[in-house]
């Protein structure tokens, strides 16, 4: 087997277990959003991945959503699929992108904004503030300095595409749960 079908099947096996485990009904898009967010998953072997996912039975379309687009789920027979195969793809790796997928659709479904501002100070440095907020309710905000523009706008710009692993980061070093920083 080839190392473009291994990763193919790698990432068959990867959604497969995903949507089993979300558990949702998914558009096309959410999907492809859901396993990139879990940087193991590029887009353009989802896009080729996916519609052999279909044509195999494996997921199938069980509705449309508020916008007319297809909603799909796994097949029984893709959750044998899914529960068979996994043993190919490290445990680990599949929880943790399970937890990264999960908060990102908790995040999405009950509507999170996301903001994040810049401010250049006296001193020549530049404040980010980042902001999480469900309703009137802050769920994060923090402010962090740093030494240019550039620095403050690779913060901006990855805070908005995973704010929800800004998030999460955060919330196990303030917890004391990622102990390789203190090394």
């Excluded at 068979?84 to 904004?113: I, N, P, T």
């Excluded at 994060?140 to 998030?167: C, G, R």
């Amino acid at each position: 087997m080839g190392k473009l079908e291994t990763r193919l099947n790698n990432v068959k096996i990867f959604t497969l277990y995903l949507l089993k485990n979300v558990n949702l009904p998914l558009d096309y898009l959410t999907i492809g959003e859901m396993l990139m967010r879990t940087d193991y998953v590029m887009y353009l072997d989802f896009a080729e991945a996916f519609p052999q996912l279909t044509d195999n039975g494996l997921i199938e379309e069980v509705g449309k959503n508020e916008q007319g687009e297809p909603l799909y789920a796994v097949t029984r027979r893709g959750c044998l699929v899914a529960e068979e195969l996994k043993s190919d793809l490290f445990q680990s790796v599949l929880d943790k992108s399970l937890a990264c997928a999960l908060q990102y659709l908790d995040f999405r479904k009950r509507g999170v904004s996301v903001m994040c501002s810049s401010e250049r100070q006296a001193d020549t440095t530049v404040n980010v503030t980042v902001t999480l907020k469900e309703k009137d309710k802050i769920l994060l905000q923090a402010t962090v300095n740093t030494d240019s523009d550039y620095h403050a706008q690779q913060m901006k710009e990855h805070f908005h595409e995973h704010p929800e692993i800004v998030y999460r980061g955060l919330t196990a070093l303030m917890t004391g749960q990622v102990d390789y920083l203190y090394k």
